[in-house]
């Protein structure tokens, strides 16, 4: 139980246009979604925290008109990347967490994104 | 604020036991976890610890916990290949928005 699934697994654009990156919980109810970026050989940095039906919240330092972020539904959140841009290129990472998983996140597989 | 450090490579011969460690500065962690992640993959939670717990014992796994000294380890019995991978240490704390603070990562090397 508790599987999370991202989609693209990779996806590769072209500077200046807009990537939608998805996250779905598969078998539980994620009340809240945790977006993160990892950049090589580093750990993960945490963009922005999103609760089913509101605004997220986001990190210092992490635009908001940049990355936006929705969690529309207790199973679905997505991050978009506007006006992407070769620093842009990172692996993104999702995870849930809902009221049965107790205080674990569960992570999606990632998103590798390339900006040419 | 809180920060988790760890060493960042760990070669092992198989057959032997991995110990990887991991410090935290935060003393109102609450939940430690251990992640591991495979090349190009995302997370899979292994296991994780609550503050009030001195070891948890997983089949190969065991986690050690020493609160006073912040200081956590994962021991890796019976180390194979296919435990190569980064291993996460990570730790959060009961309240907000449940913010989960990484380390840095340190890289398994299993020599056959």
């Known amino acids: 139980g508790a599987v999370v699934s991202q989609h693209p697994s990779r996806v590769i654009c072209k500077s200046g246009t807009s990537v939608k990156i998805e996250c779905r919980s598969l078998?539980?109810?994620?009340?809240?979604m945790f977006w993160y970026r990892q950049f090589p050989k580093k750990s993960l940095m945490l963009m922005a925290t999103?609760?089913?039906?509101?605004?997220?919240?986001?990190e210092q330092g992490v635009e908001k008109d940049k990355f936006l972020i929705n969690h529309a539904s207790l199973t679905l959140s997505t991050l978009t990347v506007t006006s992407a841009h070769p620093e842009d290129s990172s692996f993104y990472i999702c995870?849930?967490?809902?009221?049965?998983?107790?205080?674990?996140?569960?992570f999606g597989p990632g998103t590798r994104l390339t900006v040419l | 604020g809180e920060d988790v450090e760890q060493s960042l490579f760990l070669s092992v011969r198989e057959g032997d036991s991995s110990v990887i460690n991991c410090t935290y500065t935060?003393?109102?962690?609450?939940?430690l976890y251990w992640y591991k992640q495979e090349p190009g993959a995302g997370l899979q939670l292994l296991t994780y610890?609550?503050?009030?717990?001195d070891m948890k014992q997983d089949q190969r796994l065991t986690v050690l916990l020493n609160k006073k000294d912040k200081h956590l380890s994962l021991r890796i019995a019976d180390t194979q290949t296919g435990d190569s991978a980064i291993y996460f240490c990570?730790?959060?704390?009961?309240?907000?928005?449940?913010?989960?603070?990484f380390g840095t990562g340190t890289k398994l090397q299993v020599i056959p």
């Open positions: 995870s849930a967490r809902g009221l049965d998983t107790f205080d674990t996140q569960y």
């Open positions: 078998d539980f109810q994620a009340t809240t």
């Open positions: 999103s609760n089913e039906g509101s605004k997220a919240t986001y």
């Open positions: 935060d003393s109102s962690s609450t939940y």
């Open positions: 610890i609550f503050s009030n717990m």
């Open positions: 990570a730790e959060t704390y009961s309240g907000g928005y449940q913010k989960v603070t």
